[in-house]
C-alpha cells in the first residue's frame, strides 16, 4: 500500500472546525486505499504566543526550556486531530517528533534532523492507522527536546516522506502552491505550476515563506515529489521536483527578505581572531551567508562581512550588544538592509543578467549596497524601506 505524507500549515488548523474539514479530507485519502501520514502545526498563532509568554517571564529564556514550552503548540493540533477523525470512525494515533523518531542536533530552537528512525509510525500504519505527527519537533541524540526554527514542519514532513519511502508529499497552506513573487503584496504575481529543486531551496534560502530549505535538501536527496496545495481550494498546485535543465537563461521568481542584518568586521588581525569569533557565534546558534573574507595586504587590512538572518536568532539584541563590548570599532552591525533575490537558471553562464539588473536599478535612481549571485540567484542589498518597491520594479521587468 502507498504512503502518503500530508502536511497542514498553522493556518490550515487554526480552529476547530477547519480540522473537522481536514479530518474529513483526510478519511477520503484513506477510504481510496492509502497509507496516511499527517504533519501539523501549531494552531494559527500558537507558537508566537507561547514565546510571548516566556518573554513576559523573562527577556533571556534559556532556549532548552523554549525547545519544551514551544513543543506543546504541535502536540494540542495533532491530538484534536486525533480526536476528530477518530470520531469520523477513521482510526488514528497521534505521536510526538522524538515518538516518531526525528533525530537532532542539540541546537535548541534552531535544530538540524540528522536522522530518522520512524519504527514507531511503520508499526502504527501496519495497523491501519493514520498517524498524526507534531511538526517542528524532534528529540536530540542527548535526549532532549528540541525545535526546527521556522518552518521546521516542512522538514518534518519530508524527512519523513524520505524515510517511509513515500508515494509524494503534500504540504498545506493557505496559498495553492508557489507564486513568482509574495502574491498578498504583489497583485500581478504568476502561480507556478512546477519548479525545480534547487530553485525553490534559493527561493527558500532568500526569504519565501512557501517551503522550508532544510525541507526540500531532503526531498531532493531522495528525489521525493513535494506537492504544494491551498487547503480548502484544489483548483491548482504546485509540484516541486528533479526537473532537466531548460538550457534556457531566465527568471522565474522576485524574492524579498527584511528580517537580515550584514555584520562587516575590519582588523588587520582578523586571521587571529577568526576561531574565536566564529565559535562565538556557533554558540550563540548563528549561521552565517553571503561570507566574504578579504585581504587588503597593501594597506595592511582585512574584513569579513556577512549577512545573519534574525528570525530564528535567540535574543538578538543581546548577542548584537555583546558583540560590540567584545570588538568595539572592529564590528559594524546594519540592520537597515534587505535583500532582494532573483531566482532563475543559468546565471552563472555570463554576465547578462547581472548587467541588466544594475542597469535597471541605476535607471530607478535605487543604490545598492551588496551583490551575491549563484547558478540560481542574484541577491541585492538595497534600503529596508524601498524594499517592496524594488521587488515591484523588479518582478514587472523579469516576469512576462
Not at 498517524?131 to 517542528?136: A, E, Y
Request: glycine share 6%.
Amino acid at each position: 500500500m502507498s504512503i502518503i505524507v500530508q502536511k497542514y500549515g498553522g493556518s490550515s488548523v487554526s480552529d476547530v472546525e477547519k480540522l473537522k474539514k481536514i479530518a474529513h479530507i483526510i478519511s477520503v485519502v484513506k477510504q481510496q486505499g492509502h497509507d496516511v501520514v499527517v504533519v501539523v502545526s501549531a494552531m494559527g498563532k500558537n507558537t508566537n504566543q507561547l514565546i510571548e509568554m516566556a518573554q513576559s517571564l523573562s527577556s533571556n529564556p534559556e532556549r532548552r526550556e523554549l525547545d519544551m514550552l514551544l513543543s506543546t503548540g504541535e502536540r494540542i493540533t495533532m491530538a484534536l486531530l486525533c480526536i476528530a477523525l477518530n470520531d469520523l470512525g477513521v482510526k488514528a494515533i497521534s505521536l510526538t517528533g522524538s515518538q516518531s523518531g526525528i533525530i537532532t542536533n542539540d541546537r535548541y530552537n534552531d535544530a538540524s534532523v540528522i536522522e530518522v528512525r520512524p519504527f514507531r509510525v511503520q508499526d502504527e500504519l501496519a495497523k491501519g492507522q493514520v498517524v498524526v505527527i507534531g511538526g517542528f519537533q524532534g528529540v536530540s541524540y542527548k535526549r532532549d527536546i528540541t525545535t526546527l526554527g521556522r518552518g521546521g514542519s516542512d522538514t518534518t514532513a519530508v524527512a519523513l516522506a524520505a524515510s517511509l519511502n513515500a508515494e509524494r508529499c503534500e504540504i498545506y497552506s493557505d496559498v495553492d502552491g508557489v507564486y513568482t513573487t509574495d502574491p498578498n503584496l504583489i497583485k500581478d504575481a504568476k502561480h507556478l505550476p512546477e519548479i525545480s529543486y534547487e530553485q525553490i531551496q534559493e527561493m527558500a534560502e532568500a526569504g519565501a515563506k512557501v517551503l522550508n530549505a532544510q525541507a526540500v535538501q531532503f526531498a531532493k536527496k531522495s528525489k521525493i515529489a513535494i506537492y504544494a496545495r491551498s487547503t480548502f481550494e484544489s483548483a491548482r498546485e504546485t509540484i516541486i521536483r528533479e526537473m532537466a535543465p531548460t538550457g534556457k537563461q531566465e527568471v522565474i521568481g522576485v524574492v524579498q527578505k527584511n528580517d537580515i542584518t550584514r555584520i562587516i568586521f575590519k582588523n588587520k588581525d582578523i586571521h587571529i581572531h577568526l576561531d574565536e569569533f566564529f565559535t562565538f557565534l556557533e554558540e550563540k546558534n548563528i549561521p552565517v551567508k553571503e561570507l566574504h573574507y578579504i585581504q587588503h595586504r597593501s594597506i595592511d587590512i582585512e574584513n569579513i562581512s556577512f549577512v545573519i538572518s534574525k528570525i530564528n536568532v535567540h535574543n538578538w539584541k543581546e548577542v548584537a550588544k555583546e558583540l560590540v563590548i567584545k570588538y568595539k570599532n572592529d564590528i559594524s552591525i546594519d540592520e537597515t538592509l534587505g535583500a532582494v533575490s532573483l531566482i532563475g537558471e543559468g546565471f552563472s553562464r555570463d554576465n547578462r543578467l547581472i548587467i541588466e539588473t544594475i542597469s535597471l536599478l541605476n535607471s530607478n535612481k535605487i543604490e545598492f549596497f551588496g551583490l551575491t549571485t549563484t547558478s540560481f540567484r542574484i541577491s541585492l542589498l538595497v534600503k529596508k524601506e524601498i524594499l517592496h518597491n524594488v521587488v515591484e520594479i523588479m518582478h514587472n521587468y523579469w516576469i512576462k
